[in-house]
T-cell receptor, first 118, second 109 residues
Framework: DTGVSQDPRHKITKRGQNVTFRCDPISEHNRLYWYRQTLGQGPEFLTYFQNEAQLEKSRLLSDRFSAERPKGSFSTLEIQRTEQGDSAMYLC????????????????FGPGTRLTVL | KQEVTQIPAALSVPEGENLVLNCSFTDSAIYNLQWFRQDPGKGLTSLLLIQSSQREQTSGRLNASLDKSSGRSTLYIAASQPGDSATYLCAVAARQLTFGSGTQLTVLP
């Protein structure tokens, strides 16, 4: 399968614990995005990378959240000291875009990681 | 701040009907508008992408239109089938994608 993959697909954790999610993009894609989706809502942008550089972060991304893409391939999203309000589907998407033009790329989404914080 | 609204929030139709989903956005300074499909508990699948300079795009039974000046888009689904049941999301692209809340479509056999 050459699509975007995410691991784990489901995560249940207790409030206060740290969790880490992984995203493997389509291999030739240089852009990688993270979104959060709560029930009944559309996805909300969190952050994106072009290669290994994190170019933009939403104000939704509090200091408890950190994302990395160390070698410009896979990415991790870590949430520290989880809260019940962090319960959501975390979606990863990838694309290829030459240069730094915004918003013109077609993004391919992974299946998501569903986080439940008890 | 860009806001995207989708109406209706939910729609139930009998198989075979033609239907229209609506999307409106507040800031017309966009690069493109995309329609996605999301099955329960799954990721998003891109259906159609309309560049800001285009008026419509077609793929099979799907046709999407864009009126950038009025901030509106429609997704037309012809001859609906039970397999079309899903949530349909529109998203406008500027600095990043801004999504609507989706229309949950149920096509009854």
């Amino acid at each position: 399968d050459t699509g975007v993959s995410q691991d784990p697909r489901h995560k249940i954790t207790k409030r206060g614990q740290n969790v880490t999610f992984r995203c493997d993009p389509i291999s030739e894609h240089n852009r990688l995005y993270w979104y959060r989706q709560t029930l009944g809502q559309g996805p909300e942008f969190l952050t994106y990378f072009q290669n290994e550089a994190q170019l933009e972060k939403s104000r939704l991304l509090s200091d408890r959240f950190s994302a990395e893409r160390p070698k410009g391939s896979f990415s991790t999203l870590e949430i520290q000291r989880t809260e019940q309000g962090d319960s959501a589907m975390y979606l990863c998407a990838s694309s290829f875009l030459a240069g730094l033009r915004h918003g013109t790329d077609t993004q391919y989404f992974g299946p998501g990681t569903r986080l439940t914080v008890l | 701040k860009q806001e995207v609204t989708q109406i209706p929030a939910a729609l139930s139709v009998p198989e075979g009907e033609n239907l229209v989903l609506n999307c409106s956005f507040t800031d017309s300074a966009i690069y493109n508008l995309q329609w996605f499909r999301q099955d329960p508990g799954k990721g998003l699948t891109s259906l159609l992408l309309i560049q800001s300079s285009q008026r419509e795009q077609t793929s099979g039974r799907l046709n999407a239109s864009l009126d950038k000046s009025s901030g509106r888009s429609t997704l037309y689904i012809a001859a609906s089938q039970p397999g079309d049941s899903a949530t349909y999301l529109c998203a406008v692209a500027a600095r990043q994608l801004t999504f609507g809340s989706g229309t949950q479509l149920t096509v009854l056999p």
